[in-house]
């Protein structure tokens, strides 16, 4: 398998958690998305995404984009260990806590969101960040109710083996650290990114530890 992938994309991090909990290896192929312009908008790696985002995950010649559908993806093409529940009411409420990150957070965060804001719009830096800490605090308070109020929260998002909500989960704390966001209002998560943490698994996707890595 082939992982193109940025060292701080949080949709590349969740993929590279779930190889890794997989116990599945992988080649990572680095798309610097600032660097000459970003080479994610090459007609290279356009040909491989049009949707010119990243990660692309390459498997026997078939690419997929677009995070989640590669997390379900390598979920039915390897499926030990699970990383979904077994049961169909487990799965909706971990495809919930996904989506809650993956569709309500994330896409308002994403780096061509923030260029936009800051290039076209002519918002400031500080303007910016607000922006970020404001979706991040809002869409994270919602999935902490999510997790507080269950009986089906364990160690981790959903029992007490990590799967693919946890996998979602980490990168966007990892990137609300990165922004100064307030974690008062949020103890459940940030007692089960701790949790996750201190797996392997997590440790080795997380972005310091990438090939592509940067101060």
Same mark, same amino acid.
């Given at each position: ?49 049009? %949707?010119? !985002? ?6 026997? =010649? /078939? $690419?997929?984009?677009?995070? &989640? ?83 089906? %929260?364990? !160690? ?6 990590? =799967? /693919? $909500?946890?996998?979602?989960? &980490? ?45």
């Amino acid at each position: 398998m082939k992982l193109y992938s940025f060292f701080r994309s949080s949709a590349a991090y969740r993929v590279r958690i779930a190889l890794n909990l997989k116990g599945l290896s992988y080649e990572t192929i680095p798309v610097h998305l600032t660097k000459q312009g970003g080479q994610q908008f090459s007609e290279t790696y356009r040909h491989l995404n049009p %949707t010119q !985002l990243v990660p692309t995950l390459i498997d026997n =010649g /078939l $690419a997929i984009g677009q995070s &989640v559908a590669i997390l379900e993806y390598l979920e039915e093409t390897h499926p030990e260990p699970a990383l979904l529940p077994a049961d169909a009411a487990g799965r909706a409420r971990v495809r919930a806590i996904m989506q809650s990150i993956a569709c309500d957070i994330h896409p308002l965060n994403n780096l061509r969101v923030l260029k936009y804001l800051k290039h076209e719009l002519g918002v400031g830096n500080e303007q910016r960040d607000d922006w970020y800490r404001h979706w991040i605090a809002i869409g994270l308070e919602a999935v902490e109710s999510m997790l507080a109020n269950s009986g089906d %929260t364990g !160690l981790f998002c959903h029992g007490d083996t990590p =799967g /693919l $909500a946890d996998a979602l989960l &980490v990168p966007q704390m990892a990137n609300a650290r990165r922004l100064g966001c307030d974690e008062n209002a949020i103890p459940t998560i940030v007692r089960i990114d701790k949790a996750c943490m201190e797996l392997e698994a997590f440790r080795l996707a997380a972005p310091d530890n990438q090939p592509d890595a940067e101060v």
